[in-house]
């Protein structure tokens, strides 16, 4: 089946800097992929849904400013939390929309540690 | 917002047998993901039910939609420590061409040896 990574599995930051993930495609060609988040024992959060070409479509309650992401090609979307606090330590996921009617791969997820 | 209640919240069966998890919306479903999460990991894609009355298999695991399409099941025969995991469903918000998926909060499975 189609694959999809994320880079860096695990990160571990200091309050205040500023964290990217990515999230690749890599055998298919994706013009929508999702930002999911999940906190532990919780289920998977929609944060906001990235479009090729375009700018990003959040969730109520999520903060563009602080969660940027870019979706500057059709195999990479980049999530960038912005002046990390430890309340934004949380598992992130990312989903990519394939080919095929109703098709949806999901990443391995990044593991954000803020301290 | 269309909400989605896994039951049980965890499970503990022993290898060989059969076991159930269920999923329930508060809403008429238009689609019906079923995943399967090693803790830590990413969402493994199992099964996709759109229709009422819809069943699919794969190996030993079923997933059946109901008629009223607000009740998913997934069920697991002669269940193997391969199966332990966190199960989730999830439901597409809208019709047809919605991908945005909400979860519910998932079905830890744990299978003894």
């Known amino acids: 089946g189609a694959v999809v990574s994320q880079h860096p599995s695990r990160v571990i930051c200091k309050s205040g800097t500023s964290v990217k993930i990515e999230c690749r495609s890599l055998?298919?060609?994706?013009?929508?992929m999702f930002w999911y988040r999940q906190f532990p024992k919780q289920s998977l959060m929609l944060m906001a849904t990235s479009n090729e070409g375009s700018k990003a479509t959040y969730e109520q309650g999520v903060e563009k400013d602080k969660f940027l992401i870019n979706h500057a090609s059709l195999t990479l979307s980049t999530l960038t939390v912005t002046s990390a606090h430890p309340e934004d330590s949380s598992f992130y996921i990312c989903?990519?929309?394939?080919?095929?009617?109703?098709?949806?791969?999901f990443g391995p997820g990044t593991r954000l540690t803020v301290t | 917002s269309q909400e989605l209640e896994q039951s049980p919240q965890s499970l503990i069966v022993q290898e060989g047998k059969n076991l159930t998890i269920n999923c329930t919306s508060s809403?008429?479903?238009?689609?019906l993901y079923w995943y399967k999460q090693k803790y830590g990991e990413g969402l493994i894609f199992l099964m996709m039910?759109?229709?009422?009355?819809e069943e699919k298999s794969h190996e030993k695991i079923t997933a059946k939609l109901d008629e009223k399409k607000q009740q998913s099941s997934l069920h697991i025969t002669a269940s193997q420590p391969s199966h332990a995991g966190i199960y989730l469903c999830?439901?597409?918000?809208?019709?047809?061409?919605?991908?945005?998926?909400?979860f519910g909060k998932g079905t830890k499975l744990s299978v003894i040896p």
């Open positions: 989903s990519a929309v394939g080919q095929g009617p109703y098709e949806q791969y």
């Open positions: 055998d298919f060609q994706a013009t929508t």
């Open positions: 039910l759109q229709k009422g009355g």
């Open positions: 809403k008429t479903l238009y689609g």
């Open positions: 999830g439901a597409t918000r809208s019709g047809a061409g919605s991908y945005q998926l909400t």
